[in-house]
């Protein structure tokens, strides 16, 4: 397993941008498919968007189609996740999940993501 830790959290106004941050450490992660999920107040964890170990395919949820991008960079064992047009539905805590090395699934499941990170806190004002 990898170990995985969340940041670019932060306050923001609707309409605006963030940018998160997915640190690995771990020989696997640059093997690994790798996922954010989000899990609003009172709502269950929810798959955002994943990205295969090497950038080639890309699976978004679509609630964020057209406003987020995954990127990674296996030299720096790190995933980014852009985030524009922010809007208040987007407030959650989001986490990162790394899939087993060599994995083929990009999700949804959770289930298909065995290391997760401690999470992020987004809050997009209205």
């Known amino acids: 397993q990898v170990q995985l830790v969340e940041s670019g959290g932060g306050l923001v106004q609707a309409g605006g941008s963030l940018r998160l941050s997915c640190a690995a450490s771990g020989r696997t992660f640059s093997t690994s498919t790798v996922g954010w999920f989000r899990q609003a107040p009172g709502k269950e964890r929810e798959f955002v968007v994943s990205i295969n170990w090497n950038g080639g395919m890309t699976k978004y949820a679509d609630s964020v189609k057209g406003r987020f991008t995954i990127s990674r960079n296996n030299a720096k064992s790190t995933v980014y996740l852009q985030m524009n047009s922010l809007n208040p539905e987007d407030t959650a805590v989001y986490y990162c999940?790394?899939?087993?090395?060599?994995?083929?699934?990009?999700?949804?499941?959770?289930?298909?993501?065995?290391?997760w990170g401690q999470g992020t806190q987004v809050t997009v004002s209205s």
């Open positions: 999940a790394a899939g087993p090395p060599w994995g083929y699934n990009l999700g949804p499941r959770e289930a298909d993501f065995n290391s």
